[in-house]
């Protein structure tokens, strides 16, 4: 069993940055794929970023792309989500993710394929 932690959330004014952990509990957070969902009112969960077990891949959803930056430390059993350049609609609910991961290189970009779910963390732009 995996228990995630998500921190950082919070208010910022557009263009501004915000960087969210996620810490997963256990000694076999290398096994571990991680991703990063957000949900806003009324929408549906959608991916925002994966990493690999070995943090060498990375995957962005359009997006985010150049103003999000996913990283990992499985030395320390921590997940980051650097976000710069804030939008409105960069407004959700932030979960953070884990996928048992057969290979050290794949990324899963469908909820259906991750075992585990932090509680959500608020982040909210004003225009």
């Known amino acids: 069993q995996v228990q995630l932690v998500e921190s950082g959330g919070g208010l910022v004014q557009a263009g501004g940055s915000l960087r969210l952990s996620c810490s997963p509990s256990g000694r076999t957070f290398s096994s571990y794929a991680m991703g990063w969902f957000r949900q806003a009112p009324g929408k549906e969960r959608e991916f925002v970023v994966g990493?690999?077990?070995?943090?060498?891949?990375?995957y962005y959803v359009d997006s985010v792309k150049g103003r999000f930056t996913i990283s990992r430390d499985n030395a320390k059993n921590m997940v980051y989500l650097q976000m710069n350049s804030l939008k409105p609609e960069d407004t959700a609910v932030y979960y953070c993710a884990a996928a048992l991961g057969r290979f050290s290189t794949t990324i899963y970009t469908v909820p259906q394929n991750y075992d585990y779910w932090g509680q959500g963390t608020q982040v909210t732009v004003s225009s």
């Open positions: 990493i690999s077990r070995s943090g060498g891949n990375t």
